[in-house]
């Protein structure tokens, strides 16, 4: 297991506002180190960063090797006072936590009106995409589209908030993606939140990464099949989340990375 890693997943990462949890960042890990050994190269891009929890975590496994490109509004707090707005309190948490934003490689606006190479001019093709941006059909539409014509060969896209129902239209778009592109795509891993698709010929390759990958064994690996694909669900039974969040809650975060291991 990565020790580093995960203390920079169970304590560092949590210190920033936003949403992806534990098992996503460890899902997110298995997958970049995979392609690293396996020399799969390409820019990291996220649609939908927030205040950078995903976004740093992809700073950190990439390690300066691999440029990571940041699309966000940045407007959710715009404050007529001093106090500081999502941009500045995004750089800040770069700063804290050794990871200084590259300014050069943040796209601030909306996301559904940029074109691909507004994207490779700055990273070249993308090895994984995550896109948490906009929540309704057309947002998904054209960020699953946005990410397609960037992608790598071998790249991934993560799509954020599958299946939750307080975001439906996020599920169609999704389906309506893999529908449209079932001679292309297929996807390979679902956890509560995320679904994780590739290019059929590398179907294979990463579903055996996450299977093998030593960060997910806490995980019940499930065979589900979607869309014609066979994936794998990684479950995350009730038990162990109250657990974590019983640990976290009650001041013992710097052990709560042993309910996953
Ligand atoms: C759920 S948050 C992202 C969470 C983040 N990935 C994390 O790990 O904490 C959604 C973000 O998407 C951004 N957003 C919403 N619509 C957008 C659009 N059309 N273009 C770009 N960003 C957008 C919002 O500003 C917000 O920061």
Not at 111 to 124: E, F, M, V, Y
Not at 203 to 215: K, L, M, Q, S, V
Request: net charge negative; glycine share 6%.
């Amino acid at each position: 297991m990565n020790s580093n890693f995960r203390k920079f997943i169970f304590q560092d990462l949590q210190t920033v506002e936003g949403y992806i949890d534990p098992p996503d960042a460890l899902v997110f890990l298995s997958l970049l180190q995979a392609q690293q050994e396996n020399g799969l190269a390409g820019g990291v891009a996220e649609i939908g960063v927030f205040y950078g929890r995903s976004y740093f975590l992809f700073k950190k496994v990439c390690n300066g090797q691999d440029k990571v490109l940041a699309i966000d509004l940045f407007d959710m707090d715009d404050k007529p006072d001093d106090a500081p707005d999502q941009y500045e309190s995004f750089l800040e948490n770069g700063r804290r936590l050794g990871l200084p934003v590259d300014e050069e490689l943040i796209i601030k606006g909306d996301s559904t009106r940029l074109l691909p190479n507004a994207i490779t001019d700055k990273i070249g093709r993308t090895r994984f995409f995550s896109i948490d941006g906009g929540h309704m059909l057309h947002h998904v539409i054209s960020d699953g589209a946005l990410a397609t014509d960037t992608l790598a060969d071998h790249g991934i896209i993560a799509f954020d908030d599958t299946f939750n129902p307080a975001w439906p239209e996020v599920t169609v778009g999704v389906s309506d993606f893999l529908r449209e592109r079932k001679d292309t795509f297929a996807t390979f891993c679902m956890t509560k939140y995320k679904t994780y698709v590739c290019r059929r010929e590398f179907h294979d390759f990463y579903y055996r990464a996450i299977a093998e990958a030593p960060d997910l064994m806490a995980f019940d690996h499930v065979e589900t099949e979607f869309l014609g694909s066979k994936v794998a669900r990684l479950h995350n039974p009730i038990s162990r989340r109250m657990v974590y969040e019983l640990m976290v809650r009650s001041g013992m975060r710097a052990f709560s990375e042993r309910v996953y291991r």
